[in-house]
């Protein structure tokens, strides 16, 4: 009986650690909801929604860098999201490690039609990125 719990609890903790995968995102998602709204529908005027914009992002090489940007290093408007302007602040979601940008970015484009993002390719967005304050990401949203 103990022996097999410990091997329940070993395996649990080996997914929550090795996969980005959907169930992951989805409580990762959690701290985003905090302004987006658990649906993504956002609050008009203040928190952007996460819906059709997000998936076209995802679907061009510019957007889907912009898009990890956002959350790697925070974002300021000017921006126009679902055709309405928005002059807030997001600050950066400091303490997400490469693996759970892609899960939480892949729970808020999921439904949508762009190939998954992967650690690798956060890295590679992450690397270089330093200097970026959430201005300089505001103005990568492609138009
Ligand atoms: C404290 C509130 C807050 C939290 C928490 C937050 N955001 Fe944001 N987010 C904002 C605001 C405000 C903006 C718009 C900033 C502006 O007006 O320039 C934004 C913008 C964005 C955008 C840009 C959308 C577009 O179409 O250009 C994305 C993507 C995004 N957030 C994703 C996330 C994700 C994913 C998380 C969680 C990991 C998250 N946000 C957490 C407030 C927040």
């Known amino acids: 009986m103990m022996r097999r719990l410990a091997i329940l609890a070993a395996t649990a903790g080996l997914t929550a650690a090795g996969h980005a995968d959907a169930q992951d995102g989805a409580t990762i998602y959690k701290r985003c909801a905090a302004c987006h709204l658990a649906n993504g529908a956002g609050v008009p005027g203040a928190f952007p929604p996460l819906k059709t ?14 898009l990890a940007l956002v959350v790697i290093r925070g974002v300021s408007g000017p921006i126009t999201v679902e055709g309405k302007a928005y002059r807030g602040m997001m600050p950066a979601q400091a303490g997400l490690n490469d693996a759970q940008v892609a899960a939480v970015l892949n729970h808020v484009v999921r439904g949508g039609s762009a190939k998954a993002f992967t650690p690798k390719e956060i890295a590679g967005y992450r690397a270089g990125s330093a200097a970026l304050n959430s201005a300089a990401v ?3 949203q492609p138009k």
């Open 138 to 140: 505001g103005r990568l």
């Open 53 to 66: 914009d997000v998936r076209k992002l995802a679907a061009t090489p510019a957007g889907r860098r912009y």
